[in-house]
Protein backbone atom coordinates (compact mmCIF):
# COMPACT_ATOMS: atom_id res chain seq x y z
CA UNK A 1 0.00 0.00 0.00
CA UNK A 2 1.18 3.71 -0.56
CA UNK A 3 0.07 6.71 1.29
CA UNK A 4 -1.95 7.98 -1.75
CA UNK A 5 -3.49 4.80 -1.88
CA UNK A 6 -4.01 5.05 2.39
CA UNK A 7 -5.64 8.54 2.01
CA UNK A 8 -7.96 7.49 -0.98
CA UNK A 9 -9.11 4.79 1.45
CA UNK A 10 -9.50 7.32 4.12
CA UNK A 11 -10.99 9.82 1.91
CA UNK A 12 -13.88 7.32 0.70
CA UNK A 13 -14.22 5.91 4.72
CA UNK A 14 -12.97 7.21 8.25
CA UNK A 15 -12.55 10.97 6.65
CA UNK A 16 -15.73 11.17 3.96
CA UNK A 17 -17.41 13.84 6.21
CA UNK A 18 -14.82 16.39 6.51
CA UNK A 19 -13.66 19.35 4.78
CA UNK A 20 -10.52 17.97 4.34
CA UNK A 21 -11.98 15.50 2.24
CA UNK A 22 -11.93 17.35 -1.60
CA UNK A 23 -13.71 14.51 -3.21
CA UNK A 24 -12.87 12.03 -5.59
CA UNK A 25 -9.97 10.28 -3.27
CA UNK A 26 -8.99 12.99 -2.51
CA UNK A 27 -7.27 14.97 0.59
CA UNK A 28 -6.60 18.43 1.05
CA UNK A 29 -2.75 19.22 0.46
CA UNK A 30 -1.64 20.90 3.38
CA UNK A 31 -3.02 18.59 5.34
CA UNK A 32 -0.70 15.67 3.85
CA UNK A 33 2.15 16.12 6.50
CA UNK A 34 -0.52 16.20 9.76
CA UNK A 35 -1.87 12.78 8.33
CA UNK A 36 1.14 11.19 7.78
CA UNK A 37 2.28 12.08 11.66
CA UNK A 38 -1.15 10.51 12.19
CA UNK A 39 0.33 7.62 10.22
CA UNK A 40 3.38 7.37 12.09
CA UNK A 41 1.81 7.35 15.12
CA UNK A 42 -0.14 4.15 13.52
CA UNK A 43 2.48 2.16 12.78
CA UNK A 44 4.70 2.83 15.87
CA UNK A 45 1.11 1.16 17.69
CA UNK A 46 0.73 -1.52 15.13
CA UNK A 47 4.62 -2.40 14.84
CA UNK A 48 4.50 -2.54 18.66
CA UNK A 49 1.55 -4.72 19.51
CA UNK A 50 2.40 -7.36 16.97
CA UNK A 51 6.05 -8.81 15.98
CA UNK A 52 5.53 -8.35 12.19
CA UNK A 53 9.24 -7.54 11.30
CA UNK A 54 12.38 -8.95 12.90
CA UNK A 55 15.84 -7.82 11.91
CA UNK A 56 19.38 -8.81 13.48
CA UNK A 57 22.65 -6.94 14.11
CA UNK A 58 26.31 -7.84 15.03
CA UNK A 59 27.36 -6.32 18.52
CA UNK A 60 31.31 -5.87 19.75
CA UNK A 61 31.95 -5.98 23.39
CA UNK A 62 33.96 -4.27 25.53
CA UNK A 63 35.25 -5.08 28.70
CA UNK A 64 34.25 -1.79 30.79
CA UNK A 65 30.47 -1.08 29.00
CA UNK A 66 27.78 -3.52 30.84
CA UNK A 67 24.97 -1.95 28.80
CA UNK A 68 24.97 -1.26 25.19
CA UNK A 69 22.37 1.14 24.21
CA UNK A 70 21.09 0.04 20.29
CA UNK A 71 20.99 3.44 18.92
CA UNK A 72 22.42 5.31 15.79
CA UNK A 73 25.29 6.73 17.83
CA UNK A 74 27.19 3.31 18.51
CA UNK A 75 27.06 1.89 15.08
CA UNK A 76 30.48 1.75 12.98
CA UNK A 77 28.70 3.96 10.37
CA UNK A 78 27.22 6.76 12.50
CA UNK A 79 29.03 10.37 11.87
CA UNK A 80 28.64 11.62 15.61
CA UNK A 81 32.43 12.30 16.74
CA UNK A 82 31.21 12.11 20.23
CA UNK A 83 30.84 8.63 21.09
CA UNK A 84 34.19 6.97 22.06
CA UNK A 85 33.14 3.12 21.16
CA UNK A 86 30.87 2.27 18.76
CA UNK A 87 30.13 -1.64 19.30
CA UNK A 88 27.14 -2.29 16.65
CA UNK A 89 28.94 -3.33 13.72
CA UNK A 90 27.06 -2.25 10.89
CA UNK A 91 28.46 -0.88 6.96
CA UNK A 92 27.47 1.25 4.75
CA UNK A 93 25.40 -0.88 2.53
CA UNK A 94 23.21 -2.18 5.30
CA UNK A 95 23.43 0.61 8.13
CA UNK A 96 21.92 0.27 11.80
CA UNK A 97 18.72 2.50 11.42
CA UNK A 98 17.65 2.47 15.15
CA UNK A 99 14.50 0.73 14.50
CA UNK A 100 14.74 -1.26 17.56
CA UNK A 101 11.13 -2.09 19.72
CA UNK A 102 12.76 -4.67 21.71
CA UNK A 103 15.00 -7.35 21.72
CA UNK A 104 13.98 -10.64 21.40
CA UNK A 105 16.99 -12.83 21.55
CA UNK A 106 20.88 -12.93 21.45
CA UNK A 107 22.91 -15.58 20.18
CA UNK A 108 26.91 -16.39 21.20
CA UNK A 109 28.99 -15.90 18.71
CA UNK A 110 31.74 -18.99 18.38
CA UNK A 111 29.12 -21.36 19.52
CA UNK A 112 25.59 -19.77 17.97
CA UNK A 113 23.97 -20.87 20.79
CA UNK A 114 21.35 -18.61 22.14
CA UNK A 115 22.05 -17.04 25.53
CA UNK A 116 19.10 -16.99 28.41
CA UNK A 117 16.94 -13.40 29.25
CA UNK A 118 16.27 -11.98 32.29
CA UNK A 119 16.83 -14.79 33.92
CA UNK A 120 18.07 -13.76 37.75
CA UNK A 121 18.61 -17.40 38.08
CA UNK A 122 21.25 -18.05 35.37
CA UNK A 123 24.30 -16.80 35.60
CA UNK A 124 24.94 -16.91 31.72
CA UNK A 125 21.88 -14.49 31.60
CA UNK A 126 21.64 -11.48 29.61
CA UNK A 127 19.58 -8.92 30.67
CA UNK A 128 17.24 -6.46 28.92
CA UNK A 129 16.68 -3.25 31.94
CA UNK A 130 15.58 -1.14 28.36
CA UNK A 131 13.81 -2.96 25.19
CA UNK A 132 16.18 -1.07 23.25
CA UNK A 133 19.27 -1.84 25.71
CA UNK A 134 21.25 -5.34 26.30
CA UNK A 135 23.15 -5.58 29.66
CA UNK A 136 26.02 -7.85 29.58
CA UNK A 137 27.49 -8.14 33.17
CA UNK A 138 30.86 -9.92 32.24
CA UNK A 139 32.04 -8.39 28.47
CA UNK A 140 34.83 -9.70 27.24
CA UNK A 141 37.10 -7.18 24.85
CA UNK A 142 36.16 -8.02 21.22
CA UNK A 143 33.90 -11.04 21.35
CA UNK A 144 30.78 -10.10 19.34
CA UNK A 145 26.94 -11.32 19.69
CA UNK A 146 24.06 -11.66 17.44
CA UNK A 147 20.87 -9.74 18.64
CA UNK A 148 17.39 -10.19 17.14
CA UNK A 149 15.38 -7.31 17.75
CA UNK A 150 11.66 -6.40 16.98
CA UNK A 151 11.77 -3.55 14.26
CA UNK A 152 9.52 -0.67 14.19
CA UNK A 153 8.01 0.16 10.57
CA UNK A 154 10.33 3.19 9.03
CA UNK A 155 9.33 6.20 9.79
CA UNK A 156 7.35 8.51 6.68
CA UNK A 157 8.20 11.65 5.51
CA UNK A 158 6.11 14.38 6.10
CA UNK A 159 7.70 16.68 3.50
CA UNK A 160 5.64 17.92 0.87
CA UNK A 161 6.83 16.81 -2.43
CA UNK A 162 7.86 13.51 -0.53
CA UNK A 163 4.76 11.74 0.58
CA UNK A 164 1.81 10.17 -1.77
CA UNK A 165 4.51 7.74 -3.23
CA UNK A 166 6.11 6.19 0.21
CA UNK A 167 4.86 2.74 0.42
CA UNK A 168 3.69 1.34 4.16
CA UNK A 169 4.24 -2.24 4.53
CA UNK A 170 1.82 -3.69 6.73
CA UNK A 171 -0.36 -6.81 6.14
CA UNK A 172 -3.40 -6.49 4.90
CA UNK A 173 -5.49 -7.61 7.79
CA UNK A 174 -4.15 -4.84 9.46
CA UNK A 175 -4.85 -2.13 6.78
CA UNK A 176 -8.10 -1.12 8.47
CA UNK A 177 -6.54 -1.15 11.82
CA UNK A 178 -4.15 1.56 10.59
CA UNK A 179 -7.09 3.43 8.71
CA UNK A 180 -9.41 3.55 11.85
CA UNK A 181 -6.60 4.38 14.28
CA UNK A 182 -5.48 7.58 11.41
CA UNK A 183 -9.25 8.31 11.89
CA UNK A 184 -9.27 8.55 15.29
CA UNK A 185 -6.28 10.90 15.55
CA UNK A 186 -7.86 12.90 13.49
CA UNK A 187 -11.24 13.12 15.10
CA UNK A 188 -9.85 13.57 18.73
CA UNK A 189 -8.14 16.61 17.45
CA UNK A 190 -11.04 18.28 16.10
CA UNK A 191 -12.81 20.81 19.13
CA UNK A 192 -16.53 19.85 19.36
CA UNK A 193 -18.19 17.18 21.80
CA UNK A 194 -19.60 15.04 18.51
CA UNK A 195 -16.12 14.95 17.02
CA UNK A 196 -14.57 13.89 20.33
CA UNK A 197 -17.25 10.43 20.74
CA UNK A 198 -16.54 9.77 16.66
CA UNK A 199 -12.35 9.69 17.30
CA UNK A 200 -13.47 7.43 20.20
CA UNK A 201 -15.36 4.91 17.83
CA UNK A 202 -12.60 4.41 15.49
CA UNK A 203 -10.47 3.65 18.64
CA UNK A 204 -12.51 1.15 19.73
CA UNK A 205 -12.76 -0.40 15.66
CA UNK A 206 -8.94 -0.08 16.03
CA UNK A 207 -9.26 -2.05 19.33
CA UNK A 208 -11.65 -4.32 17.98
CA UNK A 209 -9.59 -5.08 14.58
CA UNK A 210 -6.50 -6.29 17.05
CA UNK A 211 -8.17 -8.21 19.66
CA UNK A 212 -9.55 -10.42 16.71
CA UNK A 213 -5.81 -11.12 14.78
CA UNK A 214 -4.29 -11.90 18.06
CA UNK A 215 -7.33 -14.12 18.31
CA UNK A 216 -7.23 -15.82 15.59
CA UNK A 217 -3.18 -15.64 15.85
CA UNK A 218 -2.87 -13.65 12.36
CA UNK A 219 0.37 -12.09 13.19
CA UNK A 220 2.47 -14.92 13.28
CA UNK A 221 1.84 -15.66 9.77
CA UNK A 222 3.57 -12.44 8.83
CA UNK A 223 6.73 -12.20 10.63
CA UNK A 224 9.71 -11.06 8.29
CA UNK A 225 12.53 -12.88 10.06
CA UNK A 226 16.55 -13.12 9.56
CA UNK A 227 18.16 -15.48 10.85
CA UNK A 228 19.27 -16.60 7.15
CA UNK A 229 21.87 -13.20 7.80
CA UNK A 230 22.81 -14.86 11.10
CA UNK A 231 23.48 -18.11 9.52
CA UNK A 232 25.68 -16.19 6.81
CA UNK A 233 27.47 -14.77 9.35
CA UNK A 234 27.97 -18.51 11.19
CA UNK A 235 25.38 -17.72 13.53
CA UNK A 236 22.75 -20.32 13.86
Request: glycine letters at 6%.
Amino acid sequence: MKIVDLFRRLAFGELSNLAINKGNGVLADEKHPQMIQYANEALLRIFTRFVLKERSLILEQTTHVMDYHLIRDYAVTAESGSVRHRYIIDTEEEPFKEDVIRILAVYEDVTGCQFPLNDIDNPQSLFTPKPSVLQIGNPKDGVRVAIVYQARHPVLDDRVGQILDQEIDVPFYLESALQNYVGYKTYCHMNGQENIIKGQEYLSAYEAICLDIEQRDLANQSVHTSHSKLEQRGFV
